[in-house]
């Protein structure tokens, strides 16, 4: 059983920058994959970013490869989204999740069986 838990969002302007933080409870966390994904109001859930168990694999939707990071720190049992050179289109509420095993679609949310209670992320123009 794993339990997830974001923070870091809020509002911030065009062209500034926020760090995600997912924080997972359980001993096995450093087992699972984690990805990032994001709701906006009236439109589905799309996926933003992932990593793998290692950390050594990492994968990103077009929309915010070159500007978003997502790392992890095994150690202390969480998942960063560095957000940079945000977008008014980048407001949503942002999800991690977790899931492991050999043949899971990171970027597919239907794959993932944890999820967080998400952060609202508002980018102004």
């Given amino acids: 059983q794993v339990q997830l838990v974001e923070s870091g969002g809020g509002l911030v302007q065009a062209g500034g920058s926020l760090r995600l933080s997912c924080a997972a409870s ?10 990032w994904f994001r709701q906006a109001p009236g439109k589905e859930r799309e996926f933003v970013a ?5 950390g050594r694999s990492t994968y990103y939707a077009d929309s915010v490869k070159g500007r978003f990071t ?5 150690g202390k049992n969480t998942v960063y989204l560095q957000m940079n050179s945000l977008k008014p289109e980048d407001t949503a509420v942002y999800y ?5 095993g050999a043949t899971f679609d990171y970027k597919r949310s239907d794959d993932y069986t944890y999820w967080g209670q998400g952060t ?6």
């Fill in 50 to 54: 992932a990593v793998s168990w290692s």
């Fill in 70 to 74: 997502i790392s992890r720190d095994n």
């Fill in 26 to 35: 359980g001993r096995t966390f450093s087992t699972y994959g984690v990805g």
């Fill in 120 to 125: 609202q992320v508002t980018v102004s123009s």
């Fill in 96 to 100: 991690c999740a977790a899931d492991r």
